[in-house]
């Protein structure tokens, strides 16, 4: 009989005027006894609407029922089936809209805590798991993956069981794309990413770094190189700005850049030599995840005062419940239904206010999403010496500009099909540089996608 | 890693390092960039790449110390290596079909636009090289600009080599007496400004090379953006050349001595460190 408690176990987490200051992860994880707990809220339901919600189909009762038991590597090796990055997934998934949106425990009460429970195997695994001496029958042929992000290591993952020789080009010099210069330390520690790409070469996938492809390399020198197929998972580029006034001023980042230095070359250590500069009053323009990161890690870098400006109302926040919440906890304050009009520059062109105007939601627009119309004469200034733009990327053109036959849509994103084939013989597709920013396992379901067409294709080649 | 092949001093604050970097070597053209990261800790900065040997596999890039990771790059020997090189990034540069050109090199920016002047000249263009420098010490590249122009004018501020004076001082006087029909100006920002300024008025096409402060180099974190005939541009996937008289260089200015404190900081933790 399932424990009808309708909450769920509730996550150890640091206090989070203790965790505002520094960057070690802000949830601490479930202990054995906390996961098992959790698990036994899992109904076991017949027709398992959680695997349908899952962009990779974790067989999500068959795990959970395993930490029931207590085989807690077991439940590891169920999710592991299908989804290549679970201590990833369990820690930075949007699982309310996903599986745990369609736990039949969510009708009355919490769902079953999903996302925690993958995050716990996962972690499980990595303290007390062993790498499995694989034995891949090898094809002897060769696909290389363009981008070692979410859904280029999908793809790579699953080819490599499949027995295809498999080489990753990463144009930065660590290996993880978003995983590794968007996503904070206190939300997904670098430690894990690195031993999901151990894991990764344990198959015996090779990755290159510090190949711009596009640049060092073309998609149809690869091809000549010896591959018989690419999957091209670039990710997203080239970061949007509002086209407002004060926007070239002195103290105003793309959210991309400051992620980047504080992730990826973690300016925030002082034996790192990536500067970076520490902010009193913060702007944060925009809703989603990248905006919520941007604003805790500004909190963390010691700014006092750290505001999100977001066009709509908090209902509209795309980003995840747990990092809204996380947020506010944190001290974040939120400023909902306004719009930057510009960006005000001292003499010296630093940053030293941000002109906003107050919305009101209109009819829904294309997005569904209630449409925010400006209040005539209701603009103020925030006080601020930084402004950081989250407002979402555009593809990098690096590779759609310099491959013939590979075709972008308006928005410059890479056509594909169903089975992410591009309009390039041999060439496939998916992720960000597919679909345009969006979530991590979304690349990943279009990386898994991916290998499976690329294995059909070249099975009957 | 990218092992230095080759050192050599240029002057007293000018060293050109040659890299082994055979994929970049074989695709490099005049215009692009290379980042360099030296070690696990190191920061990522953009060089321009002065000059290259497909055959040999060889990119050789022309570096200032005046910062902290440039001051541990030249610290670096023949032999020794670079954790990371990236490249070629940016946009080779496009010089159009020009007849008669003029090459202007400022400092240390004469090492990338000696590419510039080479593949002009070898192309049959009528290549006048001016290059500027503070004084007669660290004057660069003269045999080099010799070799690759049909005439070459040396200036210094103090006028210790050369002609006394700026270079646009004989962009001016060249403008009057003659008809060219490419500018090509590379070195400190206000030089650059300035020759657009002395171009402009003659409508004559002038490309500038920018240096914004730049991470990954790639088209990712929008840090080199640059302001271009009102247009947000990033200098990394849309540059680094761009039309002189339509850069905003006040703008760019303000923004590369963003990180001023923090570098100064660095610095001086760098030296108390090297004792």
Known sequence: ?461 | MFKILEKKQLNASVTSIKFEAPFIAKKVMPGQFVIVRIDEKGERIPLTVSNFDRQEGSVTVVVQAIGFTTKKLVALETGDSVLDLVGPLGKPTEFGMPKKAIVIGGGVGCAIAYPQAKALYNIGVDVTVISGFRSKDIVIYEEEFKAVSNKLYITTDDGSYGQKGFVTEVLDKLLKEDNYDLVIAIGPVMMMKFVSKVTKPYGIKTIVSLNPIMIDGTGMCGGCRVNVGGQTKFACVDGPDFDGHSVDFDELVRRNGFYKNEEEHKCRLGDKTNG
């Open chain 1, 1 to 461: 009989m399932a424990d009808m408690s309708p909450d769920k176990v509730k996550m150890p987490e640091q206090d989070p005027l203790v965790r505002n200051k520094n960057f070690f992860e802000v949830s601490k994880g479930y202990t054995p006894e906390m996961a098992v707990n959790e698990a036994n809220r899992c109904l076991n339901c017949k027709n398992k609407p959680c695997v349908s919600g899952c962009p990779v189909n974790v067989k999500i009762p068959d795990f959970i029922a395993k930490i029931c038991e207590g085989d807690f590597l077991g439940a590891y090796e169920t999710v592991k089936e299908t989804n290549t990055l679970p201590a990833v997934c369990g820690r930075v998934c949007p699982q309310e809209t996903q599986c745990e949106g369609k736990c039949v425990r969510g009708i009355k009460g919490e769902s079953v805590a999903i996302g925690r429970l993958e995050r716990f195997v996962a972690d499980y695994y990595m303290e007390h798991g062993k790498t499995k001496e694989l034995n891949i029958q090898k094809n002897n042929k060769k696909v290389a993956i363009i981008g070692a992000g979410p859904s280029g290591l999908t793809c790579a993952s699953d080819l490599a069981k499949l027995g295809y020789d498999v080489t990753v080009f990463e144009a930065f010099h660590t290996p993880g794309g978003v995983l590794i210069y968007g996503i904070p330390e206190f939300r997904l520690p670098k430690k894990i990413v690195e031993k999901e790409i151990k894991e990764l070469e344990n198959l015996g996938v090779k990755i290159m770094t510090d190949m711009v492809i596009g640049k060092v390399l073309s998609i149809d020198e690869i091809i000549e190189m010896g591959f018989d197929a690419v999957f091209i998972g670039s990710g997203a580029g080239l970061p949007m700005f509002m086209g407002i006034e004060g926007e070239g001023s002195v103290g105003v980042y793309s959210a991309n850049e400051f992620l980047t230095r504080i992730n990826l070359m973690k300016a925030y250590l002082d034996d790192y030599d990536t500067p970076i500069k520490r902010s009193k009053s913060v702007a944060v323009v925009g809703g989603g995840n990248v905006a919520m990161d941007s604003a805790r890690s500004a909190k963390r870098l010691g700014a006092e005062n750290v505001y999100i400006i977001y066009r709509r109302g908090e209902e509209e926040l795309p980003a995840r419940k747990e990092e809204i919440h996380h947020a506010k906890e944190e001290e974040i304050e939120f400023k909902f239904l306004c719009n930057p009009k510009r960006i005000i520059a001292d003499e010296n062109g630093c940053v030293k206010g941000i002109e906003c105007i107050r919305m009101q939601l209109g009819e829904p627009d294309a997005s569904g999403r209630r449409r925010p119309i400006e209040i005539d004469n209701s603009e103020f200034v925030i006080d601020v010496d930084a402004v950081i733009m989250a407002i979402g990327t555009t593809p990098n053109p690096l590779i759609l500009s310099t491959t013939e036959g590979l075709e972008g849509n308006k928005r410059g994103c890479l056509v594909v099909d169903e089975n992410m084939k591009t309009t390039k013989e041999a060439v496939y597709a998916g992720g960000d540089a597919a679909t345009g920013a969006a979530t991590v396992i979304l690349a990943m379901g279009a990386g898994k996608t991916a290998a499976k067409s690329i294995d059909e294709y070249l099975k009957n080649k």
